[in-house]
């Protein structure tokens, strides 16, 4: 039946003796063809059928015509890009017999004539096709346990995915759009109607064209947005030193580094110093030394591990010796303010604490810091 005139017309497309067009299903090509799926009875057994005009006046086939499997459903037709028809059923041995031959099988004319496959033994109903633009079968399906799944032979040869599990009904429908992403409706068990997709989506709440995460179908490429709150933020902007923000979602820019010298009075009348020269891209030639005149503790490097900088204040960790002894760990944590600030932890080197002063501001000198 169809108002492709501007009228509903009604055609009888296939009659007889036993039952003819039960379980259809239709699709139309890209020329306005119909292509009707479906099942005619001959005693308790099903064949597969199919309907067209595609020569202008209908004509049927019959697509099964094995004697011992018996077709209970022809859940749905696709149409490809050739205009060739895809279909998907299920066969038992006959409508009394639930267990045996009891498969989901696929059936298509693409190579001009039919051609069936089996693609699952077992009862799965109320399955769905759709093909893709280079004429690639999908299906969805749930198999006995409940999940959601869709099986296709894009690759060459048929593989099947898991989409959704846990109680997810009994029905799905599957669509390909014009890019080939997959689209499915199906039912979360008695309750809920569901929506699945492999469309690739930007995620990008802040609008600068970045994504998190990242995804090629973003305006600005499928780099990462390491700040999806703040537009000035991304992997395009230009890094500003020492705000506190890694503007260009890069931690290796700028290269962290905290140098020059300056002493401070962690006690009064007790002087206390430091050197630093630290570089993120050269630990190997980094330094720091620390003089304290209270205890006579000196504390000299004798290898940085590490550097962070973020807001004008530099974290510095290395290992070195204290008064000549070596094993020792330190932390020093260095600010580039109003004022400079500095302060050290050291620990022994069975790992428990030898030193700590906190940080305070500096009498003299200056510390230059660079960092995110
Ligand atoms: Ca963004
Ligand atoms: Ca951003
Ligand atoms: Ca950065
Ligand atoms: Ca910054």
């Known amino acids: 039946m169809t108002n492709a005139s501007g009228v509903w017309i009604t055609y009888t497309i296939d009659s007889g003796d036993g039952y003819f067009g039960d379980d259809n299903s239709i699709a139309v090509d890209s020329n306005n063809k119909v292509h009707i799926s479906y099942r005619r009875s001959d005693g308790f057994k099903y064949f597969l059928k199919y309907a067209t005009n595609l020569s ?11 004697s011992t499997i018996s077709v209970q459903d022809t859940a749905s037709i696709a149409m490809d890009v050739n205009n060739k028809a895809h279909i998907i059923y299920r066969t038992e041995t006959e409508y009394t017999d639930l267990t045996t031959n009891n498969y989901l099988k696929y059936a298509t004319n693409a190579s001009g004539s039919w051609v069936t496959y089996t693609l699952f033994s077992g009862e799965i109903y109320r399955t769905s096709i759709a093909t893709d633009s280079n004429n690639k079968a999908y299906i969805s399906y749930n198999p006995p346990n409940y999940s959601l799944k869709y099986m296709t032979n894009a690759s060459g040869s048929w593989a099947n995915y898991t989409i959704d599990e846990g109680d997810v009904g009994s029905s799905s429908s599957i669509a390909i759009d014009l890019n080939d992403n997959i689209h499915i409706g199906y039912s979360d068990g008695m309750s809920d109607l569901k929506y699945a997709t492999n469309t690739q989506q930007c995620i990008d709440n ?10 090629a179908s973003c305006p600005n490429g499928s780099v990462t947005d390491c700040d999806e709150s ?6 395009g902007a230009t890094e500003t030193p020492n705000n506190g923000i890694d503007d260009d979602c890069n931690p290796a820019t700028p290269v962290a580094s905290v140098s020059g010298n300056a002493y401070n009075y962690p006690i009064p009348l007790f002087r206390a110093s430091m050197s630093v020269n630290v570089n993120a891209s050269s630990l190997g030639t980094s330094y720091l030394r620390y003089y304290y005149t209270r205890n006579r503790l000196s504390l000299v490097s004798t290898s940085i591990t590490g550097i962070s ?20 760990t ?4 260095i600010s580039d303010g109003s004022p400079d600030t500095m302060g050290l932890e050291i620990k022994k080197p069975d790992g428990t604490n030898y030193f700590s002063t906190s940080s305070q501001a500096v009498i003299s000198g200056n510390f230059t810091v660079v960092g995110q």
């Not at 703040?230 to 992997?235: D, E, L, M, Q, T």
């Not at 900088?309 to 020792?328: K, L, R």
């Not at 330190?330 to 944590?333: D, E, G, R, V």
Request: proline content about 6%; overall charge negative; glycine content about 20%.
């Open 56 to 66: 202008d006046s209908w004509a049927n086939y019959t697509v099964t015509t094995d």
């Open 206 to 215: 802040d609008g600068d064209g970045y994504g998190n995460p990242g995804n």
């Open 230 to 235: 703040n537009p000035a933020v991304n992997p």
């Open 309 to 328: 900088a973020s807001g004008g204040t530099a974290t510095v960790t290395g290992a070195g010796s204290v008064n000549g002894a070596a094993g020792y």
């Open 330 to 333: 330190f932390t020093a944590t």
